[in-house]
């Protein structure tokens, strides 16, 4: 009986730890404090680029963004700037600008910032402009 007990604890103790390894893991996308740093970032010559399609460019984006669809990227066509640059994308729900995070660091840019989707740019303070 005293192994028994001894196996059930042990398997709820292992349970307790593998939840919470689970559900202490945090978002991958490292996110700015503020929009207003990505914005200071680039003055200083950081790139944000909206890897969305023209269309949903057109009817908004960020301030300083530029468009740079996902698209182009898996073609091969990449940003014109140095490999070290701070690159910040972002796309309408967070997958794309993941991908293309990827993308750009298989190319040998080293400072991509993935600030996911728009929701997630609002919620540090970006405003959509047309």
């Known amino acids: 009986m005293n192994k028994i ?3 059930v604890v042990s398997l709820l103790v292992l349970t307790g ?3 919470l390894v689970i ?3 945090s978002d991958d996308k490292p996110q700015s404090k503020d929009f207003s740093s990505v914005q200071s970032d680039l003055r200083a010559g950081a790139k944000l680029l909206d890897v969305r399609t023209k269309e949903e460019y057109d009817s908004g984006h960020f301030a ?3 468009l740079f669809a996902l698209q ?3 073609s091969g066509k990449l940003p014109d700037v140095a490999r070290e ?3 910040y994308v972002y796309c309408r729900s967070g997958n794309r600008s993941s991908q293309a995070m990827d993308l750009l660091n298989k ?3 080293t400072n991509v910032i993935d600030l996911g989707g728009l929701s997630d740019v609002q919620k540090i ?3 959509l402009t047309t």
């Open 5 to 7: 007990a001894w196996v």
């Open 17 to 19: 730890l593998g939840y």
């Open 23 to 25: 559900n202490s893991k």
């Open 64 to 66: 300083g963004a530029t």
């Open 72 to 74: 182009d990227i898996e």
């Open 85 to 87: 640059t701070k690159i």
């Open 107 to 109: 190319a040998g840019f």
């Open 125 to 127: 303070g970006g405003v």
